[in-house]
């Protein structure tokens, strides 16, 4: 059965870092591009980057390039979503998808997402 | 970033047919295949279409997608309670070189 199972709900302070991350089953990530996805608080779906385990290959989003680090360790097949120093605004629920093949395909699994609360 | 445009809500009776539309450009949905994810309230996003009209197995044939030009729309007939929910469309965009998400509809069943 393909899972993507997210690491847990994050509280932190302005400033602080933080990685959450996606570790798959199921299915080898190696093989299939993993998207992370930003659902701020009662608002729409954002696309924010996109990584190739196999390779490590990433695409970031222009909103989101310079203020997130998406990286992966295929050998635990999980992928990792990375700030240096949140923001207030970076408060928002963080999903990653698999893309069921290519970039232009439909994320056809998806994490149940970490909730991330930047607070001072 | 820009976003594909979505009416905000949508509703309709238990049996009726909606219809949700999705509107972008040659770049996007006008040179791109669209997608359609469900999200229950609290929930993460499901896989509801692909390919403009292709559904997943498991989606009832309740749920069916087109597309003309610039322009997808998702149809749901024979509405029931248990598809209340947030829809969304997908496409990915040749500019931004991305995933573009619409900005979602709320489906109410009255």
């Known amino acids: 059965e393909v899972q993507l199972e997210q690491s847990g709900a994050e509280v932190k302070k302005p400033g602080e870092s933080l990685k959450i991350s996606c570790k798959a089953s199921?299915?080898?990530?190696?093989?299939?591009?993993i998207a992370w996805v930003r659902q701020m608080p009662g608002k729409g779906l954002e696309w924010m980057g996109i990584?190739?385990?196999?390779?490590?290959?990433?695409r970031y989003s222009p909103s989101f390039q310079g203020q997130i680090t998406i990286s992966a360790a295929k050998s635990i097949s999980t992928a990792y979503l990375e700030w240096s120093g949140l923001m207030a605004s970076d408060t928002a629920i963080y999903y990653c998808a698999r893309h069921s093949s290519g970039w232009y395909s439909p994320f056809d699994y998806w994490g149940r997402g970490t909730l991330v609360t930047v607070s001072s | 970033q820009s976003v594909l445009t979505q009416p905000p809500s949508a509703s309709g009776a238990p049996g009726q047919r909606v219809t949700i539309s999705c509107s972008g450009t040659?770049?996007?949905?006008?040179?791109?295949?669209v997608h359609w994810y469900q999200q229950i309230p609290g929930t993460a996003p499901k896989f509801l279409m692909y390919s403009n009209n292709q559904r997943p197995s498991g989606v009832p044939d309740r749920f069916s997608g087109s597309k003309s030009g610039t322009s997808a729309s998702l149809a749901i007939s024979g509405l029931q309670s248990e598809d209340e929910a947030e829809y969304y469309c997908a496409a990915w965009d040749d500019s931004l070189k991305g995933v573009l998400f619409g900005g979602g509809t709320k489906l109410t069943v009255l």
């Open positions: 990584i190739y385990p196999g390779d490590s290959s990433t």
């Open positions: 040659s770049s996007n949905v006008g040179g791109n295949t």
């Open positions: 199921g299915f080898s990530i190696s093989g299939y591009w």
